[in-house]
């Protein structure tokens, strides 16, 4: 089964600086991986994805986030946060996108991110 | 691209009262279905999921179902709501490379 692990729950920063937020994954093979911001009361946006290929990946609003296989990590990254990044963040994992499965998300626990002015 | 209608947005329902969250999804044919609740300071856990018509599969033991009556069309019900039902109830579809969430629903027992 797979499962990811986000192990920061809250995350303070100064606007300007950088940021990393830790993610790391259990899966037999290679995952498909997933970046999700959250607002309050608002549905999930899409930051970026890995499913092969270039292991640093480029997404919105500035971010990247860089897979290590042999980490098993996925961490988000940005040189320099702003105000408007604060917000839950959330990491996942699909084991397989064939037509016809499942296609399960399994979520990290989220890492809620404070900005500071 | 795809777009997901989810409603009401926000929803207070006495204990014991049923339910049912609508789902609809726009621009896209034959997707994979979700329902996943998010309870107050936890992430997101899935609940059903659906890759077709009449297809359901239930990942957590509950007093809530799922049905899908159309291809593009998910809904959650329950005959009688618990407190813990409480939380934010997210609508998800797979249908290419990736996936689209609704904007939320929030619901309150009391």
């Known amino acids: 089964a797979q499962s990811v692990t986000q192990p920061d729950i809250h995350i303070t920063v100064s606007e300007g600086a950088s940021l990393e937020l830790r993610c790391n994954y259990s899966?037999?093979?290679?995952?498909?991986l997933f970046w999700y911001v959250q607002s309050p009361g608002q549905g999930l946006q899409l930051l970026l994805k890995?499913?092969?290929?270039?292991?640093l990946v480029q997404g919105i609003k500035g971010f990247e986030a860089e897979f290590k296989r042999s980490q098993s990590s996925f961490n988000l990254r940005k040189p320099s946060v702003h105000w408007s990044d604060a917000a839950e963040y959330f990491c996942?994992?699909?084991?397989?996108?064939?037509?016809?499965?499942?296609?399960?998300?399994?979520f990290g626990s989220g890492t809620q991110l404070t900005v500071l002015p | 691209s795809q777009t997901i209608h989810q409603w009401p947005a926000t929803l207070v329902q006495p204990v014991g009262s049923p339910l049912s969250l609508e789902c609809t999804v726009e621009?896209?044919?034959?997707?994979?279905l979700y329902w996943y609740r998010q309870a107050a300071g936890r992430g997101l856990q899935l609940l059903f999921y659906?890759?077709?018509?009449?297809?359901i599969s239930s990942e957590v033991p509950q007093n809530l179902s799922a049905s899908r009556p159309q291809d593009r069309q998910f809904i959650l019900s329950s005959k009688k709501l618990l407190l813990s039902d409480s939380g934010f109830y997210l609508c998800?579809?797979?249908?290419?490379?990736?996936?689209?969430f609704g904007s939320g629903t929030r619901l309150t027992v009391v």
């Open positions: 996942a994992v699909v084991g397989g996108l064939s037509s016809g499965s499942a296609r399960q998300l399994t």
């Open positions: 899966y037999g093979a290679t995952p498909y």
């Open positions: 890995y499913f092969s290929g270039d292991t």
């Open positions: 621009g896209t044919s034959n997707p994979n």
């Open positions: 659906s890759v077709g018509i009449g297809q």
């Open positions: 998800a579809e797979f249908s290419g490379s990736s996936y689209t």
